[in-house]
């Protein structure tokens, strides 16, 4: 059984749904774990494999990431969450026109044999002008995936098709 260690039950309620379309069951671990202070997303997760002492494990280090804020708030995804906020990231780009942006999960698998796996998923999207919607979690209000008019916390069937965490899930 393939345990996802989270302290996020939102990211893991999304992969248990989008794994058991392809057969895969797996389990709920409600840790945190360590995060290096790093520029990417990869080298979070790779250290953090490298740290637990545990096979059959995934986990995941997702962020937001703002063209017009040069790729902000990225890796500090979950302290700027915890702080500013939502309002906070549309207050940045207030009279801002560029308002792309894309979300990216890394997620990292280490396998029954112990080997360790890194799988990538981005979707590219702009950011709302207010927040909209009240499913999903996180920046789900303010992200309107490309060729949609929809924040993901508007429709959460639209978010499970299209997102960067289905993507990463499914390679
Ligand atoms: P773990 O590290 O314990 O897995 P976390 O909530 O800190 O839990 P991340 O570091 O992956 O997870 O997420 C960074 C931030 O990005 C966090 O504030 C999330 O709420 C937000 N986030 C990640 N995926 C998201 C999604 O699909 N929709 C909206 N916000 C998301």
Do not use: C
Not at 97 to 117: P, Q
Not at 151 to 168: C, P, Q, V, W, Y
């Amino acid at each position: 059984m393939i345990h996802f260690m989270t302290s996020n039950k939102h990211k893991y309620q999304e992969a248990e749904k989008i794994l058991k379309n392809h057969k895969i069951e797996i389990k709920w671990l409600p840790e945190g774990y360590e995060e290096i202070q790093s520029d990417t997303l990869e080298e979070v997760v790779t250290a953090a494999l490298k740290s637990i002492d545990k096979d059959q494990i995934i986990i995941e280090d997702a962020g937001l990431f703002i063209k017009a804020l040069s790729g902000f708030p990225g890796v500090y995804s979950r302290f700027i969450e915890d702080t500013i906020g939502n309002e906070g990231i549309l207050n940045l780009l207030k009279e801002q026109d560029n308002r792309k942006a894309e979300f990216i999960s890394v997620i990292g698998f280490k396998n029954e044999k112990g080997e360790e796996l890194l799988f990538k998923g981005i979707v590219k999207g702009e950011i709302a002008t207010k927040t909209r919607g009240k499913e999903g979690f996180g920046y789900d209000p303010i992200f309107i995936p490309e060729g949609e008019d929809k924040t993901f916390a508007e429709d959460i069937g639209m978010k499970n098709r299209l997102s960067h965490r289905k993507k990463a899930l499914e390679e």
